[in-house]
């Protein structure tokens, strides 16, 4: 009787921490777009992409990416959860990068810089 009552009660814990964890994962608007622009410069070179995910509920059309001095990639549609990585062109200025969408999304994003830890390669 009483191991009855235990496995119900963490049953139902089990069922709450779940529930809290994945609300948050639930799109909450029909159109989104979140925008990663990463750099990471070595002593010989400069990695540097552009990671895009699709964080609403419905498919995102004329996905445009403007890397700045004219320099452009056209991603195309997205659909819904979707993630896509474009890597600027040779020679882009790496300062920020302007992402347009259809229906009237526009994000300008920085490029952000990784941490540097001793001993790390590139460091």
């Known amino acids: 009787m009483r191991v009855g009552i235990v496995i119900a009660i963490a049953s139902g814990v089990v069922a709450a921490a779940m529930a809290i964890m994945l609300v948050p994962a639930i799109p909450t608007q029909d159109y ?9 410069e070595q002593s010989l070179f400069t990695d540097a992409r552009v990671v895009l995910s699709n964080t609403g509920r419905l498919t995102l059309t004329n996905v445009v990416v403007d890397f700045g001095g004219g320099q452009t990639e056209s991603v195309g549609t ?3 959860g979707t993630k896509r990585t474009v890597s600027p ?30 001993g790390m390669i590139g460091s």
């Open 89 to 118: 062109p040779e020679g882009a200025q790496l300062e920020s990068v302007t992402v347009t969408a259809d229906p009237d999304i526009r994000k300008v994003q920085q490029y952000r810089t990784p941490i540097k830890l001793p």
């Open 32 to 40: 989104s777009l979140t925008v990663d622009a990463l750099k990471d």
């Open 78 to 80: 997205m659909e819904a």
